[in-house]
């Protein structure tokens, strides 16, 4: 059981904008920075957020993160069929003795 | 270009032992530090362990505590992952990954492709 949770599931129409929530709780989001990871059918997970809201070289301005309080999100605007994947939060969590925490993972379904 | 390219997989007989490689090419290896993290099929991910960059901080997931032990030779820029009392839930595909900085500790930033541990009789 991970201390992220991530809603199963979320889909849009090409062009659209989706969000995925990521709940955690004051020892890790609260206090440490967030991570996404996108994971394409397949293949090895690439991160495309970096601590909090930073886009690693060659992650398309689309993606953007946030963070407030115990809680963050990825968002997704002008959504693509190659954005169809498999989406986790993580972060490390004070609690737990070194824990880096994914979350349970978002699938998002392009319509 | 960074990569990371993961060897060692294969089935094992539960209470068994592997050893996972990890060959890393492209950046000064022992300039940052190094994860695995593990995915089991068909399920979400899991954080394994950490080693920062000079090797003399580790850090472990409760769940392989005692049993896995991460290492590096940074003469050879190879990360290893000696994983002892195997059992069926250890089962996934393991992946190195580097972080982004030297100190642990550090997320992972590079990942490669993966390599298969299958624990069965």
């Known amino acids: 059981q991970s201390v992220l949770t991530q809603p199963p599931s979320v889909s849009g129409a090409p062009g659209q904008r989706v969000t995925i929530s990521c709940s955690g709780s004051?020892?890790?989001?609260?206090?440490?920075?967030v991570y996404w990871y996108q994971q394409l059918p397949g293949t090895a997970p690439k991160l495309v957020i970096n601590k909090n809201n930073q886009r690693p070289s060659g992650v398309p301005d689309r993606f953007s993160g946030s963070k407030t309080g115990t809680s963050a999100s990825l968002a997704i605007s002008g959504l693509r069929s190659e954005d169809e994947a498999d989406y986790y939060c993580a972060a490390w969590d004070d609690d737990f003795n070194g824990l880096f925490a994914f979350g349970t993972g978002t699938k998002v379904t392009v319509l | 270009d960074v990569q990371l390219l993961e060897s060692g997989g294969g089935l094992e007989q539960p209470g068994g032992s592997l050893r996972l490689s990890c060959e890393a090419s492209?950046?000064?290896?022992?300039?940052?530090?190094m994860n695995w993290v593990r995915q089991a099929p068909g399920k979400g991910l899991e954080w394994v362990s950490v080693?920062?960059?000079?090797?003399?901080?580790?850090y472990y997931a409760d769940s392989v505590r005692g049993r896995f032990t991460i290492s590096r030779d940074n003469s050879r820029n190879i990360l290893f992952l000696q994983m002892g009392n195997l059992g069926g839930d250890d089962t996934a595909t393991y992946y190195c990954?580097?972080?982004?900085?030297?100190?642990?500790?550090?997320?992972?930033?590079?990942w490669g492709q993966g390599a298969l541990v299958t624990v069965s009789s």
């Open positions: 004051s020892s890790n989001i609260a206090i440490n920075s």
């Open positions: 080693i920062s960059a000079s090797g003399d901080r580790t």
């Open positions: 492209g950046f000064i290896f022992s300039s940052f530090a």
């Open positions: 990954a580097r972080g982004n900085i030297a100190g642990v500790p550090a997320a992972p930033y590079y």
